[in-house]
T-cell receptor, first 111, second 113 residues
Framework: EDQVTQSPEALRLQEGESSSLNCSYT??????LFWYRQDPGKGPEFLFT?????EEKEKERLKATLTKKESFLHITAPKPEDSATYLC????????????WGLGTSLAVNP | ETGVTQTPRHLVMGMTNKKSLKCEQH?????MYWYKQSAKKPLELMFV???????ENNSVPSRFSPECPNSSHLFLHLHTLQPEDSALYLC????????????FGPGTRLLVL
C-alpha cells in the first residue's frame, strides 16, 4: 500500500539550532516528492519538488534531499518565522497519480 | 489578485443550511482540486477537475456537490452537512492533472453546528 510517514510528529528548536525532518515513503516507481509548508489556518505553500535519488534543493535556510526510501528537510540556523507544519507528499502508483500525503511535522522555533 | 483565492475564509452553518464555497485561480492552470483537512488526518482529496471535466470523485458523500464552470473557477455546494464535516476545505490548482505541483488557496474554515 502506498504510504508516507513523517517524523517527528512535533519538533521544538531554539533559534539557531539546526535539525532535520524526515519523510519516508513506500511507493513503487517514485515520480516525485513534494515538500510544503503550512502556517496555522492557511493553505499549504509549495517549497520543493525532488525527482531522483541524490537530488538536493535549497531555499534560504531549508535544504531538501532525496534517497530511494526517504527525504530529509534540513533546517539550518532556524528562526522563529520558520515555525510551521511541514508536509510531504508523493504521487501514488495508480494511473490517476493522486498525491499521498503525510501527517506533517509541526515545527516550533523559540527565540 | 494572484495565486489561488478562496471565499469565504470562515463559515458557520447549521445542518439544514445550504452554502457554497468559491475558489478562483489566477495561474492559468487547467486542473483544480478540492481537499478536506481535518486534525490528525492527512489531506483528503475530494474532487479533481481537468479542463472543467470532473476526473475524480473520491467517494465523497452527495451532500458535497462540486461545480466547475471554467478552468479558473471551482465551487463546492454544501447542503445538509453533519458536524463531522467541520474542517478546513482547501482548493488547489496545477498546470494540468498530470503536473503534480499543486498550488493551494488559503482555505475555508467550516464549522457545522
Amino acid at each position: 500500500e502506498d504510504q508516507v510517514t513523517q517524523s517527528p510528529e512535533a519538533l521544538r528548536l531554539q533559534e539557531g539550532e539546526s535539525s532535520s525532518l524526515n519523510c519516508s515513503y513506500t511507493v513503487s516507481g517514485l515520480r516525485g516528492l513534494f515538500w510544503y509548508r503550512q502556517d496555522p489556518g492557511k493553505g499549504p505553500e509549495f517549497l520543493f519538488t525532488l525527482y531522483s535519488a541524490g537530488e538536493e534543493k535549497e531555499k534560504e535556510r531549508l535544504k531538501a534531499t532525496l534517497t530511494k526510501k526517504e527525504s530529509f528537510l534540513h533546517i539550518t540556523a532556524p528562526k522563529p518565522e520558520d515555525s510551521a507544519t511541514y508536509l510531504c507528499a508523493v504521487p501514488g502508483a495508480g494511473n490517476n497519480r493522486k498525491l499521498i500525503w503525510g501527517l506533517g511535522t509541526s515545527l516550533a522555533v523559540n527565540p | 489578485e494572484t495565486g489561488v483565492t478562496q471565499t469565504p475564509r470562515h463559515l458557520v452553518m447549521g445542518m439544514t443550511n445550504k452554502k457554497s464555497l468559491k475558489c478562483e485561480q489566477h495561474l492559468g492552470h487547467n486542473a483544480m482540486y478540492w481537499y478536506k483537512q481535518s486534525a490528525k488526518k492527512p489531506l483528503e482529496l475530494m474532487f479533481v477537475y481537468n479542463f472543467k471535466e470532473q476526473t475524480e470523485n473520491n467517494s465523497v458523500p452527495s451532500r458535497f456537490s462540486p461545480e466547475c464552470p471554467n478552468s479558473s473557477h471551482l465551487f463546492l455546494h454544501l447542503h445538509t452537512l453533519q458536524p463531522e464535516d467541520s474542517a478546513l476545505y482547501l482548493c488547489a490548482s496545477s498546470r494540468d492533472v498530470n503536473q503534480e505541483t499543486q498550488y493551494f488557496g488559503p482555505g475555508t474554515r467550516l464549522l457545522v453546528l
